[in-house]
């Protein structure tokens, strides 16, 4: 009995090992085959970074304005770091430095706000 599934050979750049993002994402100047594979990463990133903040800004309790604009800085920063230093990617390739350091940006910000009041009620509210 045969099997009528065609396999797909994929030449990688690699050595032919598939690497996930996931392992890519911690391997300084890894090649990315797909944009949206790099994308993804960065958009991840961030809402990890926005939960870690969230929570040390509601357990040091960190108000107002200031602990927006630290958020802001850390966040577009480290990001900023991290694909320009890092991964060494060519930024015009994905639309400038200004697409990748907004990628999902906003989702994050939502996502700060929302932990740090819960960390910041929780822990401090009377």
């Not at 890519?24 to 994308?39: C, I, N, T, Y």
């Not at 993804?40 to 309790?61: N, S, T």
């Not at 700060?112 to 910041?120: E, G, K, S, T």
């Amino acid at each position: 009995m045969k099997s009528s599934s065609k396999r797909k050979e994929v030449n990688l750049a690699n050595g032919g090992v598939e690497q996930s993002a996931w392992s890519k994402a911690f391997q300084s100047s890894a090649v990315w085959e797909e944009k949206d594979e790099f994308l993804d990463v960065i958009y991840w990133f961030r809402q990890i970074i926005a939960v870690v903040l969230g929570a040390i800004w509601g357990i040091a309790p960190l108000k107002g304005f200031l602990g927006i604009a630290i958020f802001c800085i850390i966040n577009a920063g480290l990001l900023y770091v991290y694909f320009s230093g890092y991964q060494q990617v060519d930024e015009e390739e994905y639309g400038g430095a200004w697409e990748l350091t907004k990628e999902g940006f906003m989702t994050s910000f939502a996502l700060f706000l929302v932990v740090w009041i819960v960390f910041y009620t929780a822990l401090h509210y009377n």
